[in-house]
């Protein structure tokens, strides 16, 4: 491990590509993400509980946003097809964090067939911790979620939407 930015001093985040000091964080085997970008993600989870009235909305989106940018290749599939069906739930039907949270209920009940699909090289530019550095966090979370989303392939986005239009009942989509 030679990279020219992975030196004593820094680490980069092999899902968002996010260089950071280096940490004694423990880091989570769950997402292929630098020990110093989960330490970060943790951070933003913080800020979002002190300003909840204003960010509590987009609480599931953080977490989909960072998962479908750090997936493990080899980690089970549904993990990445819950994420990606987050991201299109918000960005493309409206929907909130508990319309979210019951459509992941209902897909895991009703399937398991998931689709493998691979992430692109580069799953979007915004970072977690550009979000967590922002100004405007609320847009800032929004940016970062919407670029995710688009850097997959179109034809994994499809399957999302047709896999989401199958499984969950429209009731849970808010347009
Ligand atoms: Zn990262």
């Not at 030679?2 to 968002?16: A, F, L, V």
Request: proline share 7%; net charge negative; charged share 25%.
């Amino acid at each position: 491990m030679n990279r020219p930015d992975d030196t004593h001093e820094s680490t980069t985040c092999p899902g968002c590509r996010a260089v950071l000091p280096r940490s004694e964080w423990p880091g989570d085997a769950k997402y292929n993400a630098s020990a110093e970008c989960l330490e970060v993600a943790g951070e933003l989870l913080g800020y979002e509980v002190e300003h909840a009235a204003q960010l509590g909305y987009l609480h599931q989106l953080r977490i989909d946003a960072y998962g479908a940018q750090h997936v493990t290749p080899d980690a089970p599939r549904i993990g990445r097809v819950f994420a990606l069906n987050g991201l299109y739930m918000y960005l493309e039907r409206g929907s909130g964090n508990l319309d979210v949270r019951t459509a992941h209920g209902i897909m895991a009940n009703s399937y398991d067939d998931w689709p493998a699909m691979t992430p692109p090289e580069q799953v979007g530019r915004l970072t977690a911790y550009d979000v967590l550095l922002a100004d405007d966090v609320e847009s800032a979370l929004i940016s970062w979620a919407r670029e995710v989303w688009e850097s997959w392939p179109p034809e994994d986005q499809e399957i999302i939407r047709k896999l989401t239009i199958e499984l969950v009942p429209e009731k849970y989509f808010r347009r």
